[in-house]
């Protein structure tokens, strides 16, 4: 009997309690003598209301967290962010990635002759340019919304710089997983501008060379085959590389480069390959020298300097696949991402005109 009495008075007693502190919380919001009176009327809401109807729904309670630290911690008048946070601000906008290490030079360069065809041939066929021009490619180019140009990265890892500042740094691999900092980027670029130009383009993002290069261009084969199966209609194919030169060190790395309107864009280098004796079951060699060709004289139309020498040599590298493949190196590691991909984006309208002009 008297324990439950005493039960009573202890529950009366703490009721009595939360309702002193909750109209003690009420109170102190019209007046300035506690310094941290929200949080102490939350505490009281908390012990009052059931953590059902406290949410609303999951995660509201989280939510209302964030509105209320993003009201207290933004900058105000009367105190202002520091240099330091400012500069951080900048930093985190522009995404900008910092390497260690000694700073090695970045030298510009550009190789070519703006407006001209200018090849790199490393085999024993003579090319006659003019004849090749003239004759017909492999395929025919259709009028039709469906994709006929698939570009794909053998080497999907291959990174460019962040910055345009003349260094790079020796613990700067060249090497990146995200897609937001390697080749992958262009060439989606090229895709985008492929589309927007008339002439429907598909991009695979697969990365090959994850963790390792061995075996990459087999698993690029997979991928270009599984899409000619799916799209049949695709009749040329692009595998976008990026590629690297000089020494490093202190003799520093080059970036080739061009201009239009005033912009950097980084140069390329056409590949395309050659099977004389038929060693490589390559019999649509010549065809595909063709559309190199045709691009490399497009792009020199259209933006004088475009180009490094047409590299055609004895190589297969999946260009065996069909008549419409080629394999294209998109500056180097020490051009920037927007160099890269601006050139992705004028490549795109440069391929456009070739195929158009087939239709």
């Known amino acids: 009997m008297n324990k439950d009495k005493g039960r009573k008075t202890a529950a009366m007693l703490m009721a009595a309690a939360v309702f002193v502190f909750s109209a003690y919380c009420t109170l102190s919001r019209f007046t300035e003598l506690l310094p941290n009176r929200e949080s102490i009327c939350m505490a009281a809401a908390g012990l009052a209301m059931p953590a059902a109807e406290k949410d609303?729904?999951?995660?509201?309670?989280?939510?209302?967290?964030?509105?209320?630290?993003?009201?207290?911690?933004?900058?105000?008048?009367?105190?202002?962010?520091?240099?330091?946070?400012?500069?951080g601000e900048s930093k985190a906008k522009a995404n900008i990635k910092e390497y260690g290490g000694?700073?090695?030079?970045?030298?510009?360069?550009?190789?070519?002759?703006?407006?001209?065809?200018?090849?790199?041939?490393?085999?024993?066929?003579?090319?006659?340019?003019?004849s090749e021009l003239a004759s017909p490619l492999g395929f025919e180019v259709e009028d039709t919304d469906e994709p006929q140009v698939l570009i794909v990265h053998t080497h999907s890892c291959e990174a460019y710089l962040q910055q345009d500042n003349g260094v790079y740094y020796s613990e700067y691999t060249g090497r990146s997983t995200d897609d937001g900092e390697n080749i992958t980027s262009a060439g989606k670029a090229m895709a985008d501008s492929l589309t927007e130009n008339g002439i429907k383009a598909l991009h695979s993002s697969v990365h090959?060379?994850?963790?390792?290069?061995?075996?990459?261009?087999?698993?690029?084969?997979?991928?270009?085959?599984?899409?000619?199966?799916?799209?049949?209609?695709?009749k040329v194919i692009i595998d976008f590389h990026r590629d690297s030169l000089g020494y490093g060190g202190e003799d520093g790395k080059i970036k080739p480069v061009f201009e239009v309107d005033g912009k950097k864009a980084a140069q390329v280098m056409i590949m395309s390959g050659y099977d004389p004796n038929g060693e490589y079951d390559f019999e649509g060699w010549e065809e595909n020298l063709r559309l190199a060709l045709?691009?490399?004289n497009k792009a020199e139309q259209m933006y004088p300097g475009m180009t490094r020498p047409l590299y055609f040599g004895d190589f297969v590298y999946n260009m065996s696949i069909n008549s419409g493949s080629l394999l294209i190196e998109v500056g180097t590691e020490v051009n920037t991402l927007d160099e890269a991909r601006y050139t992705g984006k004028l490549l795109g309208k440069v391929l456009a005109e070739v195929l158009k002009d087939e239709m």
Do not use: C, M, W
Request: glycine share 6%; hydrophobic share 25%.
């Open 102 to 130: 000694e700073a090695y030079p970045v030298i510009e360069n550009h190789y070519g002759e703006a407006g001209e065809i200018t090849i790199k041939n490393t085999t024993d066929f003579d090319i006659d340019i003019d």
């Open 294 to 296: 045709r691009i490399q």
């Open 56 to 87: 609303g729904s999951a995660g509201g309670e989280a939510e209302a967290s964030r509105n209320k630290s993003e009201v207290i911690t933004q900058p105000s008048e009367q105190q202002p962010a520091t240099e330091a946070e400012t500069q």
């Open 208 to 234: 090959h060379d994850d963790p390792s290069y061995n075996g990459s261009y087999y698993r690029s084969a997979q991928t270009i085959y599984d899409y000619l199966e799916k799209y049949p209609s695709i």
